[in-house]
Structures are given as structure tokens and as C-alpha cells.
């Protein structure tokens, strides 16, 4: 038997993951070949359903290709490549400002009349154009970007997302994040995770937060949305969700690994913390004579209707002001066949968490079932048997992104299915499945029903 070093096994891993995708791509869309990443179009592959085939291989191929350079290349450089990914960061958010990517959109949109040159988009941005070319070309580095001949720029596959008006746009999510977790992470996290003498390094209060401290002690987050620029930051922050799951999933498909269809034919699903209603909309296609209503803080709430007037949908939603820090309303006590929590639960912790679900379980029914849609954290840890880590690796990174925003944001975290589960039996709550959901990231439902031995 030949010995194969372990890079030479990530090759190998490579190039079967990349057979893998591109027949899951062709089984679903037949002919098609993919997408050449410099053409300025959005890729049909991209809003394929997610098939465990699919996820499997990307993943494997995410894990592979990071530990490869991590294997080969020197420690040092690799090391120092990874802290300068900060000004990825930067260049993207320059160019968002400058709406670089909507310029090229406006004058070139298929790259057919030579792109767009470097003085035309620095001058419309109020740029120096030599300094925009040393970004557009740090960029185009990443595929982001192409410059089709010198100074003369197009969008790629990765630059459309940039554009404002693109149907995958995450130009709403950049600006958002800038705002309330690039700057505050960069510039006080780190100091407050050693902050031994202030008491900063120990705390999970949500006011002892790198937000916090960057913007001002007290400050809660969602108030600081509210409140900022008449409520344009809560608008942006609404928009942001919207795109971040687009981005991520693939509509109604990204809850189809769930068996909706055992909650029964009809009933009342209420999509705790439902912001503008970025699930309720994909969950109300699986349940399609079910009722369902998002709750929220009022501001959210108003966006909410918004949106559903102005996008004329006929699902079946309600809207209801609520806090869920406090006792569902008497109205909801003992009528809901299901509470939904997405992407809520990972902003509080522990603490918060009990207290939460807590309020849920006082109000739920014997058959009420607890469906927690979060993101599963699983340690990176070496596998001898293995090139890879055993969780994969990058596949998992943004897992693990997400865990130091919400610690960066609010004192929290992301969790593993045991953390889960000690929530539930600590709120009232039986721990019965985890199902995964159909998206390349780590993201499930986590299922409960009341335990009928809880007391308060």
C-alpha cells in the first residue's frame, strides 16, 4: 500500500469534492456547467436546494482547502495572512459606501462594452481614483471585482452581492455589521476579554458587552437601533436579517429537513422574536393552513407590516407586540400548537435563555412543541484517523464567526446540542430531536415538548 502524507489526502478530498458538486449541480440542472466566477451574473447554482450530497461535499471541500495551505505554507506567513483578513473588512466596506459595484451595474452590467474605467467610478464615489484602484484590486484578488483590461473595471459572480439592487444583495448586512459589531469587536474586544481587574473578563451581563463599552455603558442594542437616525439602523438591521438568510438558505427549502407535517393539519405556530418575518414567510409554505404569528418589540413589529403590505403577501401571518421576557399574552395562554425561535437564543445567555423559554412553558399545553433554530458549536478537535478536523475544520467557521459576534455584540453565544438540552430541562422542556436543516451551515431545529414533571 502507498503511504500518502496527509496534504496529499486533503488533495484527494479536494478533487472528490469537487466532482461531488458539480453532479449534484448537473443532476438538479441538467447540462449545466458552473458558472465561470468572473461573468457578472447571479449563478443558478447558488439557489439550488441544499442536498446532503451537496452540503456534504462543499463542506469537505471548505475543510480541505483551508488545512491544505495551513499544511503547506509557512506558519508565519500563514498566521499573518489571517490577521490582515481584517482588511477584507475594510475594502468591502469602502466599496459598499462608494457603491462601486452599482456604478459598474449602471454602466456595463454584462461586461460587454469594455468596463468601467477607475476615473468615471472614483469621481461619481468622490474618490481618488489611484486609491480605489489599490482597493478594487485587493479585491479582485478574491474574485471580487475583475479589472477586464488595466483601469477599466466589471462585477464578477462575488461582487454582485455588493450591488445594492441585486436579487442576492447583502448590501444592507455589510452596512450593519460595520456599524454595530466590526468596529466595536476590533477595537474593545480584545480588551475585554482580559479585562481580569474591571470584572469584564468573567461576565455574561449583556451590558459589560464590546458593543457596550464602544458605544456607551447601558446601551442596549436593540434600543440603540431604534433610536439612532429615526430608526434607520432598525431598518437596515431588518433588511440585513432578510439578506443574511437569503444568503444562507434557499427560501421555503431551508426548513424542508423538518417534518412539519407531524405538528398536525392546522393550528397556530407563534415565530417568537420573528423580526419582519425573514422565517415566518418560508415556515407558513410548509404550513399552509396553520396561522402564524410573529412576535416582536413594537418598532419591529411596524416594520413588519410594512413589508408584508408593501410585498402584497397573502400568507396567512399576524403581527403582535410582545416581549418575551414577560409571560406570553392571556390571549396566546394554553392556544399555540408550537413555539419557533430563531436565531434568538444565541443573542442571551444562559441566564436569559431559562428565563425565555421559561415564559413559553408556562403558556404551552401538554402537546405544545419548543422548535429552537440555532446554529450547533462543535470543537474543531484533531482525529487521528483523520486529515481533517473532526468537525471539519473551516466548514464550521461560520459557527464559529457567529459565536464571537454574539459574545462581541451581547455577552452570548452560540451552542452545542448538550448546551441545548440542559437549557430545556432547565425552563420546563423535554429534549426530543435535533433535525438538520437544508443549508451548507451548521444550522438545525432543536425539538421539545413540555415535560409534565416541571415545577417552577
Not at 192 to 198: I, M, N, R, S, V
Amino acid at each position: 500500500m502507498t503511504f500518502q502524507s496527509k496534504a496529499q489526502q486533503l488533495v484527494n478530498i479536494i478533487a472528490q469534492a469537487v466532482k461531488d458538486i458539480e453532479q449534484d449541480i448537473a443532476t438538479q440542472i441538467p447540462g449545466t456547467i458552473t458558472n465561470d466566477v468572473n461573468l457578472p451574473v447571479v449563478a443558478p447554482e447558488d439557489g439550488l436546494e441544499v442536498t446532503p450530497h451537496r452540503r456534504a461535499a462543499i463542506r469537505s471541500l471548505t475543510g480541505a482547502t483551508h488545512q491544505l495551505l495551513a499544511t503547506l505554507t509557512p506558519a508565519g506567513l500563514h498566521v499573518q495572512e489571517i490577521y490582515y483578513s481584517y482588511l477584507q473588512t475594510v475594502a468591502i466596506d469602502i466599496v459598499v459606501k462608494g457603491r462601486i459595484a452599482d456604478e459598474i451595474h449602471s454602466i456595463d452590467p454584462e461586461s460587454s462594452k469594455g468596463g468601467v474605467p477607475v476615473q468615471v467610478l472614483a469621481e461619481n464615489a468622490g474618490m481618488d481614483s489611484r486609491k480605489l484602484t489599490h482597493v478594487l484590486r485587493f479585491l479582485a484578488l478574491r474574485n471580487i471585482f475583475g479589472e477586464i483590461k488595466p483601469h477599466h473595471w466589471v462585477n464578477t459572480r462575488c461582487s454582485l452581492p455588493l450591488r445594492s439592487d441585486s436579487p442576492n444583495s447583502l448590501s444592507n448586512f455589510f452596512v450593519h455589521m460595520r456599524q454595530a459589531v466590526s468596529i466595536p469587536a476590533l477595537v474593545e474586544f480584545p480588551e475585554l476579554l482580559l479585562d481580569k481587574e474591571g470584572g469584564g473578563a468573567f461576565s455574561w451581563d449583556p451590558q459589560q458587552s464590546a458593543f457596550q463599552k464602544y458605544y456607551a455603558p447601558g446601551c442596549d442594542f436593540f434600543a440603540w437601533l431604534a433610536r439612532s437616525d429615526n430608526g434607520m439602523k432598525a431598518e437596515i438591521f431588518a433588511k440585513a436579517m432578510v439578506e443574511s438568510t437569503n444568503a444562507t438558505g434557499t427560501g421555503s427549502a431551508h426548513y424542508k429537513g423538518y417534518d412539519w407535517q407531524k405538528l398536525g393539519p392546522v393550528g397556530t405556530l407563534i415565530d417568537v422574536g420573528g423580526g419582519i418575518g425573514a422565517a415566518a414567510y418560508a415556515i407558513s409554505t410548509h404550513l399552509p393552513e396553520w396561522k402564524v404569528v410573529i412576535q416582536d418589540l413594537p418598532e419591529v413589529i411596524q416594520a413588519g407590516k410594512q413589508e408584508y403590505y408593501k410585498t402584497g403577501s397573502t400568507a396567512n401571518i399576524e403581527f403582535e407586540e410582545t416581549d418575551f421576557f414577560k409571560d406570553q399574552p392571556p390571549h396566546r395562554a394554553k392556544k399555540a400548537e408550537a413555539y419557533f425561535l430563531r436565531h434568538i437564543l444565541h443573542d442571551w445567555s444562559s441566564k436569559f435563555c431559562v428565563q425565555i423559554l421559561t415564559n413559553l412553558r408556562r403558556a404551552a399545553k401538554a402537546t405544545t412543541r419548543l422548535l429552537i433554530c440555532e446554529t450547533s458549536l462543535e470543537p474543531p478537535l484533531i482525529d487521528p484517523n483523520s486529515p481533517l478536523l473532526s468537525n471539519g475544520g473551516m466548514a464550521t467557521s461560520f459557527s464559529h464567526h457567529y459565536n464571537l459576534i454574539m459574545m462581541s455584540l451581547f455577552n452570548a453565544e452560540e451552542r452545542s446540542q448538550e448546551d441545548y438540552e440542559e437549557l430545556f430541562a432547565l425552563s420546563g422542556w423535554k429534549f426530543q430531536s435535533v433535525t438538520t436543516l437544508k443549508t451548507i451551515l451548521d444550522r438545525f431545529i432543536f425539538e421539545g415538548i413540555p415535560d409534565p414533571s416541571w415545577k417552577e
